[in-house]
């Protein structure tokens, strides 16, 4: 079947740290890959994303790489902001639209 | 990007009452709707999935009677919790895609029974 693990959190990171949030999955078929975000108050937000092993999804300087051979895509930011305090969703999508998501990492950045 | 809106945000009940939740697309037309549900620290898991003006299909072990889903028009979805009961408490997120394969997510609905 298909399902999306992630690294619990909370994480908390001063800022301009490095920030890896680890997403690994199992899927039926060729998935495509997804990072979601929710800043609070608002809905799920896509990120990035990637359609086929080894494309690099990049959105405001945060980076995955899809691995078909570790079947990964972790998430990843050299310099974290205060602003990119929120949670992030990795998920995955077979075929139709649905999607399959891990259960959200909470990341706060503080000053 | 598009605008999804949810009503109510949050909804308090008591057990066996009805509660209805909108699930508005703002600025696009939502050709297809999907409704999920997030329990603390869990997944967001798909419930079903909705047209416009058919059916909705719903995921394995999800109650149709229980869960009632609209989608009469392409700006508006709705979910209806019947008979609601203090297990049903927990968040309701819709998204909504047009014609092209982003879903665009609501805010959410966080839903009580007492």
């Known amino acids: 079947g298909n399902s999306v693990t992630q690294m619990e959190g909370p994480v908390t990171l001063s800022e301009e740290a490095f920030l890896t949030i680890n997403c690994t999955y199992t899927a039926t078929g060729y998935p495509s890959l997804f990072w979601y975000v929710q800043y609070p108050g608002e809905g799920l937000q896509l990120l990035l994303k990637a359609t086929k092993a080894d494309d690099k999804g990049s959105n405001k300087g945060f980076e995955a790489t899809y691995r078909k051979e570790t079947t990964s895509f972790h998430l990843e930011k050299g310099s974290v902001q205060v602003s990119d305090s929120a949670v992030y969703f990795c998920?995955?999508?077979?075929?139709?639209?649905?999607?399959?998501f891990g259960t959200g990492t909470r990341l706060t950045v503080i000053p | 990007g598009a605008v999804v809106s949810q009503h109510p945000s949050r909804v308090i009940c008591k057990s066996g009452t009805s509660v209805k939740i909108e699930c508005r697309s703002l600025?696009?037309?939502?050709?297809?709707m999907f409704w999920y549900r997030q329990f603390p620290k869990q997944s967001l898991m798909l419930m079903a999935t909705?047209?416009?003006?058919?059916?909705?299909?719903?995921e394995q072990g999800v109650e149709k009677d229980k869960f009632l889903i609209n989608h009469a028009s392409l700006t508006l979805s709705t979910l209806t919790v019947t008979s609601a009961h203090p297990e049903d408490s927990s968040f309701y997120i819709c998204s909504g895609a047009g014609s092209g394969d982003t879903q665009y997510f609501g805010p959410g609905t966080r839903l009580t029974v007492l």
């Open positions: 998920a995955l999508r077979t075929g139709a639209n649905n999607l399959f």
């Open positions: 600025d696009f037309q939502a050709t297809t």
């Open positions: 909705s047209n416009e003006g058919s059916k909705a299909t719903y």
